[in-house]
């Protein structure tokens, strides 16, 4: 079950005879683990890895750096939840450490991110300070180097 | 100048797979199933490891015997991994690859006429380097039906008294063959019972599959004090151009076999066994995350192989399967000498690991997925092609 995880969350399109192939299972028995893992909600969804410097050069990533007062009773929970729900928002964490929450924000526009942190992120009253830091270039995205190593160059053939 | 070459340099063929090597060189976009090396690139963190060792200028000589911290880490991983414990200051020498090993370990046994037996087929240099070391090269060839595994009585029927050295190589290239610990047990009682030294090359223990054990015969009884156990970073670590190899034997041998190694090599390069310390100490996740990708991709090279019709027992180690081609009618080198024409796929024609691998092609599967499953339609459309131009 770990391993047909693992070649899913690396290329979740490879075909399902693939999958059986390599596993030695037969193709229904690869659809019903599939379809119990996706019903136990342990895969939650499937998406293109996009490098989105080749896609959109205007296209703005920011990790910001959350502070909050917790509330008494629903600790961090609620208002975590509360921000994750903005649809600008891409990813949000709990941390340790200097600060509550790492809240990963994609927008159009430098001025559109800028925006969601001072009128909608900061506004909100548990929020004590943001710290905002700007992506400038993507190396590895989800596992994939964007950047690539040289290609195969071995002998064709050797013993 | 012919006449001037030493007569057992001379009389050596040149090697079928480097023949092979010409033609498929010589075309375009070929699949090649024909590498037997991986293709991953080293794990990141052990060319980390080398580059941080080339910063701080470590670029001399080192001990004859290779880094005392790189014998110390390999004595542990020998230790833990097969159960045999060596004394790293005096049974332990890094050599340049298992080929070195081999070659330094026949020639500091060997005299003139000793005869070297070993299972075939099997690496392409076994047979070359006896021969090179004056030593007379014993095929006991191993059948498909015993899952290419080396039988006692097929063993002991060519021991003669000139036999010296028994060299094994499980698992093996190219069959994939394994050997488990009830038919090595019966090996190692014939070598004891003939006073034969082994020499074991291990290069892809690591590579062993469907949970099978691997089992060094150094680690059977009475065993260990007649035993040149060869293993090394190529295989399982993905290291074939760091050239690190080792050879761990009683120390008398190991001293015998650094004489030769001190004039001939003087060190393994230092950058490589820097390198050596980092993958064994830190390199196990990776190792395993390879491992994982062999055994897939191994499952899906076999079963296709079988759909297509050509039997293919599933084998239990390193990176080959050795599927047999009798059934399409063509000898082993028309098969692949068609298939590359025909379809741009290379293989390895059997009959260059010795001539028992007729009837066989080596297909390596340390390549792609996205190459296999090419590979494994063209081949498929080949081999119906064949049938039905036969029927």
Not at chain 1, 116 to 132: G, H, Q
Request: proline letters at 6%; charged letters at 25%; one cysteine or more.
């Amino acid at each position: 079950m770990e391993t047909l995880l693992r070649l899913l969350q690396q290329d979740s399109t490879a075909p399902r005879e693939e999958l059986a192939r390599q596993l030695n299972l037969s193709v229904q028995e690869v659809n019903q683990r599939i379809a119990g893992l996706e019903q136990e909600g342990v895969i939650r969804g499937y998406q293109a890895i996009v490098d989105k410097e080749r896609f959109d050069k205007n296209t703005v990533t920011a990790m910001i750096e959350v502070r909050i007062t917790p509330e008494r009773g629903g600790g961090f929970d609620r208002i975590a939840q509360r921000i994750a729900k903005f649809d600008q928002v891409v990813s949000c964490y709990l941390m340790s450490g200097g600060y509550d929450l790492m809240v990963v924000v994609q927008g159009g526009s430098l001025r559109e991110v800028a925006s969601f942190v001072s009128e909608k992120l900061s506004t909100l009253e548990p929020v004590i300070s943001t710290a905002t830091h700007f992506r400038l270039k993507s190396y590895k995205e989800n596992g994939a180097l964007l950047v690539g190593e040289t290609p195969d160059d071995r002998l064709p053939v050797s013993p | 100048m012919n006449d001037k070459i030493a007569a057992h340099v001379r009389d050596i063929p040149r090697s079928g797979i480097r023949d092979f090597f010409e033609v498929v060189q010589s075309m375009h976009d070929v699949i090649s199933l024909g590498i037997g090396e991986p293709d991953f690139a080293t794990p990141w963190h052990i060319r980390e490891a080398a580059l941080f060792s080339l910063e701080k200028g470590r670029t001399g000589y080192t001990s004859n015997l290779g880094l005392p911290r790189l014998r110390e880490a390999i004595s542990s991983y020998v230790g833990r991994h097969f159960g045999v414990d060596y004394h790293a200051p005096s049974e332990i020498l890094v050599s340049v690859g298992v080929s070195e090993a081999i070659d330094i370990a026949l020639r500091a046994l060997l005299n003139p006429g000793d005869e070297v037996l070993y299972h075939e087929p099997c690496y392409v240099s076994y047979a070359p380097s006896v021969t090179l070391a004056h030593g007379v090269p014993v095929a006991v060839p191993v059948r498909e039906q015993d899952r290419f595994m080396l039988r006692a009585d097929e063993l002991e029927k060519r021991i003669t008294p000139k036999s010296k050295i028994l060299l094994l190589n499980f698992p093996t290239n190219p069959t994939g063959g394994t050997m488990p610990r009830q038919e090595l047990e019966a090996i190692a009682e014939v070598c004891r019972r003939h006073d034969l030294i082994v020499l074991s090359d291990e290069i892809y223990a690591e590579l062993t599959y469907d949970d099978a054990e691997h089992v060094s015969i150094a680690s059977l009884p009475g065993m260990r004090e007649r035993t040149v156990f060869l293993h090394g970073l190529s295989k399982g670590w993905a290291m074939t151009g760091f050239r690190i190899g080792y050879a761990c034997a009683p120390a008398p041998l190991v001293e015998a076999m650094m004489k030769i190694h001190q004039y001939a090599i003087l060190c393994a390069p230092i950058m490589g066994q820097d390198a050596a310390i980092e993958a064994l100490e830190h390199g196990e996740p990776a190792v395993k995350h390879m491992h994982e990708k062999y055994e897939l991709r191994r499952n899906y090279i076999a079963a296709a192989l079988n759909d297509m019709g050509l039997r293919c027992p599933v084998p239990r180690g390193a990176f080959y399967v050795f599927p047999e081609i009798r059934s399409t009618g063509l000898t082993s080198r028309e098969f692949s000498l068609r298939l590359l024409e025909e379809q741009k796929v290379a293989v390895v024609p059997g009959p260059a690991f010795g001539p028992s691998g007729e009837g066989f092609v080596r297909c390596s599967y340390a390549t792609s997925l996205e190459q296999i499953k090419i590979a494994m339609e063209r081949m498929a459309g080949f081999v119906a092609g064949l049938q039905k131009r036969a029927a």
